[in-house]
């Protein structure tokens, strides 16, 4: 969600995938349909006034906000 003053906006809704090891995954999509966005979440890239409010991001069984810097490198 995005944060200004006391009002949210969802930016992104009901974004699911999973890969297994080796698999690549390519999202396309027109301009401004949130794939930077979803890149960005991924990587805890979000700028501050993005909250994430539900959900996970796993990256091998494992909650990648919960990954120290070195974890995420591997």
Known sequence: RHV??????????????????????????ESGAGKSTVGNAILGLLSPEFQQTSGTIEFDGKAIDGMTADERQT
């Open 4 to 29: 200004s003053g006391s009002a949210t906006t969802p930016i992104l809704s009901e974004v699911s995938f999973e890969l297994g090891r080796g698999e690549i995954l390519g999202i396309i999509g």
